[in-house]
Nanobody, 127 residues
Framework: QLRLVESGGGLAQPGGSLRLSCEAS????????TAWFRQEPGKEREGITC????????YAILSVKGRFSISRGNTRNTVFLQMNSLKPEDTAVYYC????????????????????WGQGTKVTVSP
């Protein structure tokens, strides 16, 4: 079982940047895949980007590609989401999710495939 703790959310202006962190602990930390999801009020939770802990390969959906980047820390237990050129439509609660048995290739695995979730961190983009 994994325990995930997110940090780094907050308020940013349009065009600004934020960096989110996801710290994993437990025997399975650093294996499989870690993803970032986001959820706006009244909408489905959406997978936006994913990283494979074994080789560092990544995937991102079109709406964030080129603006958001996912990366690993040196210990592979920490995953970051660097968000640049933020837009008001990026406002959401952001969650990290991980599972030791997943590998993301050309899509973020479905949210039901992830066994571990963080508590979420709110990101607000507003003038």
């Amino acid at each position: 079982q994994l325990r995930l703790v997110e940090s780094g959310g907050g308020l940013a202006q349009p065009g600004g940047s934020l960096r989110l962190s996801c710290e994993a602990s437990g025997p399975q930390a650093g294996y499989g895949a870690t993803a970032w999801f986001r959820q706006e009020p009244g909408k489905e939770r959406e997978g936006i980007t994913c990283i494979n802990n074994s080789d560092g390969s990544t995937y991102a959906i079109l709406s964030v590609k080129g603006r958001f980047s996912i990366s690993r820390g040196n210990t592979r237990n920490t995953v970051f989401l660097q968000m640049n050129s933020l837009k008001p439509e990026d406002t959401a609660v952001y969650y990290c999710a991980a599972d030791a048995d997943l590998y993301c290739s050309d899509a973020v695995p479905d949210k039901t495939d992830f066994g571990s979730w963080g508590q979420g961190t709110k990101v607000t983009v507003s003038p």
